[in-house]
Nanobody, 121 residues
Framework: QVHLVETGGGLVQAGGSLRLSCTTSRRTATMGWFRQVPGKEREWVAA????????NYTDSAKGRFKISRDMAKYALYLQMNTLKPEDTAVYYC?????????????????WGQGTQVTVSS
C-alpha cells in the first residue's frame, strides 16, 4: 500500500503561480498529477517516471506546468505557472508501480485525497 498526501493548493489570481507537493510512503515507478472539476471526469495533467525522470504532459499543461520529484524526500511536485481560471479543480497525486504508464488513469493504483486549486479571473 502507498499513502499519498497532497499539499499546496489554494486561491490565486489568473497569471499567478502555485506549487503542489505530494509525499509518498514508499517509492513507486511512476507518479502523476490529475485534476477534476465537479461534474466532469478526472483528467490527467502530468506524469514522471521516477527511475529516470522522464516526464509527460497534457497539452494544456505544456509550457506552463512542470512536474518534478525528489527521490530522497519521497516527494512529487507540480509547479504551475501562468494559471488560468480553467485550471481551477481538485488536483490529485497518483502513483503506479508500473514504469510504463503516464496518462492512463486506470493504471494508477494509489491516490491522494486531493487539494483544491482555485484561480480567480
Amino acid at each position: 500500500q502507498v499513502h499519498l498526501v497532497e499539499t499546496g493548493g489554494g486561491l490565486v489570481q489568473a497569471g499567478g503561480s502555485l506549487r503542489l507537493s505530494c509525499t509518498t510512503s514508499r517509492r513507486t515507478a511512476t507518479m502523476g498529477w490529475f485534476r477534476q472539476v465537479p461534474g466532469k471526469e478526472r483528467e490527467w495533467v502530468a506524469a514522471i517516471r521516477l527511475r529516470d525522470g522522464t516526464t509527460n504532459y497534457t497539452d494544456s499543461a505544456k509550457g506552463r506546468f512542470k512536474i518534478s520529484r525528489d527521490m530522497a524526500k519521497y516527494a512529487l511536485y507540480l509547479q504551475m505557472n501562468t494559471l488560468k481560471p480553467e485550471d481551477t479543480a481538485v488536483y490529485y497525486c497518483a502513483a503506479s508501480d508500473s514504469p510504463l504508464v503516464f496518462g492512463d488513469e486506470t493504471r494508477y493504483a494509489y491516490w491522494g485525497q486531493g487539494t483544491q486549486v482555485t484561480v480567480s479571473s
